[in-house]
């Protein structure tokens, strides 16, 4: 079993910033990802980021140059820096896993609002 905590989520005004942790723990073993998707209201659920355990690292079209993930050296917890923040950013984002022989696995999701 697996869970994911995260965390830095909150309201922010437009061009703020913020940054998303999220923390594995349990069987971590054989990371295939991480990364984050979000949920606005009413929408399709989207990809955000992604990092392998390879370290390679894949971002949605609308989050490019202003996003950035990155691991620790356990490369069980990732962030999300959120930079130049839009409304368009709001939504629920959640954090998910990707292991070896596992189904994948999703935080809890943590609201991200950007008001202007």
């Known amino acids: 079993q697996v869970q994911l905590v995260e965390s830095g989520g909150g309201l922010v005004q437009a061009g703020g910033s913020l940054r998303l942790s999220c923390a594995a723990s349990g069987n971590t073993v054989s990371i295939n990802a991480m990364g984050w998707y979000r949920q606005p209201p009413g929408k399709q659920r989207e990809l955000v980021a992604a990092i392998t355990g390879g370290g390679s690292t894949d971002y949605g079209d609308s989050v490019k140059g202003r996003f950035t993930i990155s691991r620790d050296i356990s490369k069980t917890t990732v962030y999300l820096q959120m930079e130049s923040l839009k409304p368009e950013d709001t939504a629920v984002y959640y954090c998910?896993?990707?292991?070896?022989?596992?189904?994948?696995?999703w935080g809890q999701g943590t609201q991200v609002t950007v008001s202007s």
């Open positions: 998910y896993i990707d292991r070896l022989w596992y189904p994948m696995a």
